[in-house]
């Protein structure tokens, strides 16, 4: 938001990005609100738009920080609280958010389709460094993109030590879009993976377990679209014979 706008403009921007937050989410608070009380619905509306305000790629935002945005600083730790218990009440589960998502995108499958417009399928991977952290959940060895960036040859500077890869702390993760042409496009999937501890998994496992819902979803109907990440010899083979 612009520095120089007035109290009013930014009051008035923070109404309609809570409209537009509120009309995403209303099916998937409606289900919720059957399940829990409304006070934990109202705060994972209040928690998603904090997110959208607060969070940017250089600025992560620990659970206190979270707390604190939610109901201001002087109340921070019954923020924290309110988050706990949203997240830790046994009366749902993730999974209410995975079906949500995937609901969403199959509606924008069969609206694509009414349209006579080709939907696409684009898949996409990558990984959360957590260079710092060593206690954290789920982490694992990933490759360190920022630490190749870093090792590049300046002119006029030493060359890096070493060609060689370097691995930090981090948990890798695969998302699914769903876009025609035109338009914005619709999250279908997003999940968090790691090759380590109780929750071990395999990079081809996860993608074929997400393959397997997308044919059942669509079948031949839309086009996929992969990043170099999926280039390998068996990703190829695996989607073909699929």
Known sequence: MIKSTSKAEKKQASRELEDKCWKFLKPLLEQLHGMVDR???????DLVLVILMHRNRNHGL???????HLLGGERGPAGVKRIANLI???????????????KRADEKVKELMEQKQAAYVIWDESVLEK???????????VRSTK??????????YFNPP????????????????VTGMKGTPVLA?????????????????EEGKILK???????????????RGFAGASDGWQFQHR
């Open 189 to 205: 999937h997003l999940c968090w993976w790691t090759t380590r501890g109780e929750k071990a998994s395999k990079k081809r496992e």
């Open 62 to 68: 620990l659970l206190s920080e979270l707390g604190d």
């Open 213 to 227: 819902k997308v044919l059942k979803l669509w079948g031949r109907k839309v086009i996929h679209i992969w990043d």
């Open 162 to 177: 070493t060609d060689r890869p370097i691995f930090v702390p981090g948990i890798n993760w695969l998302q699914v879009l």
């Open 147 to 156: 630490a190749a960036r870093l090792k590049r040859i300046k002119p006029g």
């Open 88 to 102: 830790h009440s046994v009366k749902w589960e993730s999974s209410l958010i995975l079906e949500y998502l995937w």
């Open 39 to 45: 006070r934990l619905v109202k705060t994972l509306l």
């Open 131 to 141: 260079a710092e952290s060593l206690k954290a959940e789920g982490l694992c060895a």
